[in-house]
């Protein structure tokens, strides 16, 4: 069993930045993914960002390539969400998710995560 707990959401203009950060226990796997996700009131969740854990490989959703960055520490079992440039169209929820399985690629849908942290509130006003 994997515990994410995730921190840093907040209230921030547009233009700013927060650093999200997940902290994952009970792991006892390093061949699998971490994942973010957002969901906004009314709306799907949606992927956002994707690492490994071993080898540090990257996938980020279109809508905020060049704007955030995912970053892992395996030392701390931690995983980073760096967001910059941040829109109001960020605005929603955000979830860290552990995928268990060793995969060719990192995957962008949410049935592919077994674990799921509790949110954080990210806020973006105008």
């Known amino acids: 069993q994997v515990q994410l707990v995730e921190s840093g959401g907040g209230l921030v203009q547009a233009g700013g930045s927060l650093r999200l950060s997940c902290a994952a226990s009970g792991r006892a796997f390093s061949n699998d993914a971490m994942g973010w996700f957002r969901q906004a009131p009314g709306k799907e969740r949606e992927f956002v960002a994707a690492?490994?854990?071993?080898?540090?490989?990257?996938s980020y959703a279109d809508s905020v390539k060049g704007r955030f960055t995912i970053s892992r520490d395996n030392a701390k079992n931690t995983v980073y969400l760096q967001m910059n440039s941040l829109e109001p169209g960020d605005t929603a929820v955000y979830y860290c998710?552990?995928?268990?399985?060793?995969?060719?690629?990192?995957?962008?849908?949410?049935?592919?995560?077994?674990?799921w942290g509790q949110g954080t509130q990210v806020t973006v006003s105008s």
């Open positions: 998710a552990a995928d268990r399985y060793r995969r060719v690629r990192l995957q962008v849908t949410t049935g592919a995560y077994d674990y």
């Open positions: 690492i490994r854990w071993s080898d540090g490989s990257t």
